[in-house]
């Protein structure tokens, strides 16, 4: 009973059918109809609540199961036949193993269930670069949420027409015991298998799963890059606008930069959205790097999010909008924290009355909005365009409370492969695990790289080699703190003084008077940074962009001996940039020994 005339397609859904037994299969078109029907059996069987329609129109809350909030690193594989193309950074299951441990668990697994087929597509509708993904899942709160993360039915199997060139993404709910959840996937037939969960990466497998994981083994084979990251545009007062890409971890800052708004002394400039999560870039005939966004929808962090910190995402969220373990007011407004002062009688995350007194959020902390991307008021005018944007900068960045600097920018594509696969970053409520523990995350892809790290990097180097004109590479620190554990940058829309500082150097090209050369990189000048209306004191600014050279010496040691461990698959190039790295630090560090040696009478 398939509906498909694509032989390939309809096959693989009787086999998964006659496998997991469903009740029955429906095959979603993506119409406003058919979202309508799913919404009413949730609201019926209790997978949806209904929200305030007057504040929120077109909104529902999802409880998730209490242990379902996160993405959970170590259940998920990368299966392949040599542990070896799967590397270090992943756990690995072969494609055996996977079948003997794994395959079982969906047998009969949709008894009683509804099996919907998820057609989607990742990336734009007429653009060359996007591609067919094709999920099963017996959860009807995934394929709603699909629907608005991406472009999703008639016009996915529109574009596969009868090709058999499409991710094959399988997921069950399973019994939703973590003993029995693995997300396992397969680069080199591109399929997904994912049981035992419900929530974000782990069940809506066309976002990390295939345009992450599978993606970026796709890219690698094919000369591109899948890489966790926002894009954004920033038109100055003169309307010219450049395009920059930013990768920071899970919970770091990419929605909000994405989406940010100037503050009234930076007048004149503004920030377009072409996405918040996940780009994908490919070396253009103009040698220059251009960047399409596969989504359709943002899955955001809600905590956090108000109309200081994050107005356009509050505008997007205000309508047709799931919300995910989310807080709920009495009069049934959606909350979490950062929205004041918790109001009286409240219900928290998990269906409880909220009690304040406990000491512990309402929200929960990785609670998240689904929202359509073309709901945000800075949504780019290129957020559909076939061939992306052009990007002229990209940046790395992680929550650093100190070492280092709130921008430096590295002195090349090679150097700029090192500082991203520098990166570290205090983990977040975003994966499951403790919060707060700095750890390294290359390229803000640790979780997500879908082959050999080493392998990875080497791509890096030989995709940027091959442009003619590479982004400038730079790396951000929003996240350092002071003596008493405060925020020493005001962050959010302020973030736009750094932006600018980047967009000029990456523009102007290296001759301007507004860095000075350190040995990690370039740093602004005193005054190259405009914090005209800022409450940051000078003392501030020059703790934020000061470079110590014994802590980066330490830092650079650390990381040499991390890239050991990452293999013999690490591309030497990059081993030579480190050298030179620490070389220039232990020069810093010898010239200011005789400084003092001079000053210090003996
Ligand atoms: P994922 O969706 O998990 O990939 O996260 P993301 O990188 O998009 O993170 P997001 O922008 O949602 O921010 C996560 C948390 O960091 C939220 O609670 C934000 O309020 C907070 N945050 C974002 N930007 C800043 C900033 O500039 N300064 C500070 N202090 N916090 C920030
Ligand atoms: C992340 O964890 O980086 C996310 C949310 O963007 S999830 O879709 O759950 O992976
Ligand atoms: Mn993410």
Redesign the pocket.
Same mark, same amino acid.
């Given at each position: 009973m398939t509906t498909t005339r694509n032989r390939a397609l309809g096959a693989w859904v009787e086999e998964i059918a006659r496998f997991t037994k469903p009740d029955r299969i429906h095959w979603c078109d993506g119409s406003d109809t058919e979202s309508e029907m799913l919404v009413k059996h949730m609201l019926a069987d209790g997978t949806l609540e209904s929200l305030n329609a007057d504040t929120h129109p077109g909104c529902y809350l999802h409880r998730s199961h209490p242990s379902d909030v996160a993405r959970t690193e170590h259940l998920t594989f990368i299966c392949t036949e040599k542990q070896a193309d799967t590397g270090p950074t992943n756990n690995w299951m072969s494609p055996a193993e996977a079948r003997g441990k794994v395959w079982p668990l969906f047998e009969n697994a949709m008894e009683g269930r509804t099996l919907y087929v998820v057609p989607y597509l990742m990336g734009p509708e007429s653009s060359p670069f996007s591609k067919v993904g094709v999920e099963i899942t017996d959860s009807a709160y995934v394929a709603v949420n699909m629907r608005i993360m991406t472009r999703m039915g008639k016009i996915a199997l529109d574009r596969l027409g009868d090709s058999s060139d499409f991710v094959k993404g399988l997921h069950s709910l399973g019994d939703l015991d973590p003993q029995r959840r693995f997300i396992c996937h397969f680069p080199q037939s591109k399929e997904i298998w994912s049981i035992g969960s419900g929530y974000g990466g782990n069940a809506l497998l066309s976002k990390k799963c295939f345009a992450l994981r599978i993606a970026s083994t796709q890219a690698r084979d094919e000369g591109w890059l899948a890489e966790?990251m926002?894009i954004l545009g920033l038109e100055d007062p003169q309307g010219r606008t450049t395009y920059i890409a930013a990768a920071? /971890?899970?919970?770091?800052?990419? +929605? %909000?930069?994405?989406?940010l708004i100037p503050p009234l002394s930076q007048a004149g400039y503004k920030v377009w959205t072409v996405g918040?999560?996940i780009a994908w870039l490919r070396p253009g005939s103009d040698g220059r790097l251009w960047a399409i966004n596969p989504e359709n929808g943002?899955?955001?962090?809600? /905590?956090? +999010?108000n109309k200081e +910190? %994050?107005p356009n995402a509050m505008a997007t969220i205000g309508k047709n909008t799931i919300f995910t373990n989310v807080a709920v007011t009495k009069d049934r407004q959606p909350w979490w924290e950062?929205l004041g002062k918790p109001p009286e009688g409240m219900t928290d995350w998990r269906g409880n009355p909220y009690d304040p007194s406990k000491g512990e959020p309402a929200a929960h902390p %990785?609670s998240?909005f689904t929202a359509p991307a073309a709901q945000c008021p800075g949504i780019s005018p290129k957020f559909s365009d076939p061939q992306g944007v052009p990007i002229s900068a990209i940046i790395f960045g992680g929550r650093r409370a100190s070492l280092v600097p709130l921008v430096y920018q590295a002195f090349d594509w090679n150097h700029g492969v090192l500082v991203g696969s520098m990166l570290s970053s205090e983990t +977040?409520a975003?994966a499951t695990g403790k919060t707060g523990v700095l750890r390294r995350d290359p390229m803000?892809m640790l979780p997500f790289c879908g082959y050999n790290m080493g392998d990875y990097l080497t791509h890096w180097l030989k995709v940027g080699n091959g442009l003619t004109h590479p982004p400038a590479i730079f790396n951000v620190n929003?996240?350092r703190r002071g003596p008493q554990r405060e925020?020493l940058? /005001?962050?959010?829309g302020? %973030?736009l003084r750094v932006l600018r500082w980047i967009v000029e150097r990456a523009n102007g090209g290296a001759n301007k008077n507004n860095a000075v050369e350190t040995p990690i990189g370039f740093v602004p000048t005193a005054d190259a940074i405009d914090t005209r209306g800022l409450d940051v004191s000078s003392a501030t600014m020059q703790e934020l962009l000061r470079v110590d050279t014994a802590g980066w010496t330490q830092e650079l040691h650390d990381f040499g001996d991390y890239l050991h461990k990452l293999g013999d698959r690490v591309p030497s190039a990059l081993a030579v940039v480190l050298a030179r790295i620490r070389l220039g630090l232990d020069g810093a560090a010898h010239r200011k020994t005789a400084k003092a040696s001079v000053a210090t009478p003996v």
């Open positions: 966790h926002l920071f /971890p899970s919970a770091c800052g990419k +929605t %909000n930069l994405a989406m918040d999560d943002f899955f955001g962090v809600a /905590p956090g +999010t +910190t %994050n950062g %990785n998240r +977040t975003a803000a929003w996240f925020f940058w /005001p962050g959010y302020e %973030n």
